[in-house]
């Protein structure tokens, strides 16, 4: 899911901003969500503190609390791989956004074809995106993106009869099975049931004895049996 986190004062700019991302993300049939805030609360630095997948920041310069700078200054200290763009009606502040070295992917300036830039700008975010470690299929007419870092394990769920993948920040059901799903991913994926395929990357321990696994975000599992538990060893 690609997540849209946008902050700005004014009304008038956070609506222009999500009838793009609309306009955008339609013709893409990807999953999305868009996340508006006015300011740069609490509630927006708790979406910056977490582990959702694909951020792209898309952030005022001024607001009535703090500056997008020092919010951007924030966001590198915890995530460099998140996109940022800013948008703004300070383009005399564009040196101080280069001189922090922020990996920024844009700086619009709202007066000034703002919104064909930020179409543009959104367009790039999503082909960064796409570079990296990721499974991506449809299901259901709707399409997946998940960075296989976030997955924990993909579990088979028999009465239902489809696949569970476990994520940090949620759980999807789809219609793929365990080995089609299991064909997407890296090597860092190993069947450790019949009805189960964990990210070793992500396991913490592993106690043999007890056939269960602690993740590294404290999450467990004893979806292991003794057929493959030495794929974990």
């Not at 280069?98 to 064909?116: G, H, Q, T």
């Not at 870092?149 to 365990?178: A, M, P, Q």
């Amino acid at each position: 899911m690609i997540n849209f986190i946008v902050c700005d004062d004014a009304k008038k700019y956070r609506e222009m901003v999500e009838k793009v991302i609309d306009t955008y993300m339609m013709k893409n049939k990807l999953e999305y969500k868009i996340h508006i805030f006015e300011d740069y609360n609490k509630q927006f630095m708790q979406i910056v503190e977490s582990k959702l997948p694909f951020k792209v920041y898309i952030l005022d310069i001024e607001t009535p609390s703090k500056s997008g700078i020092d919010i951007a200054r924030i966001i590198r200290m915890k995530d460099v791989d998140s996109v940022l763009i800013f948008l703004t009606g300070h383009q005399e502040l564009g040196h101080v956004v280069i001189k922090n070295d922020f990996l920024f992917l844009s700086y619009i300036n709202k007066f000034d074809n703002c919104e064909k830039r930020l179409f543009n700008s959104i367009d790039k975010a999503l082909k960064m995106f796409k570079i990296k470690s990721i499974v991506r299929f449809k299901d259901n007419g709707v399409v997946y993106t998940i960075p296989q870092d976030d997955i924990l394990y993909i579990t088979r769920d028999s009465v239902d009869r489809k696949c569970i993948i476990v994520t940090d920040y949620n759980e999807f059901k789809v219609g793929k099975t365990l080995n089609e799903l299991k064909a997407m991913l890296n090597d860092n994926f190993v069947k450790t049931h019949r009805a189960c395929i964990m990210n070793t990357k992500r396991i913490l321990s592993f106690s043999k004895s007890q056939k269960r696994v602690v993740f590294d975000n404290g999450m467990t599992s004893d979806l292991i049996s003794t057929r493959f538990d030495k794929e974990l060893i």
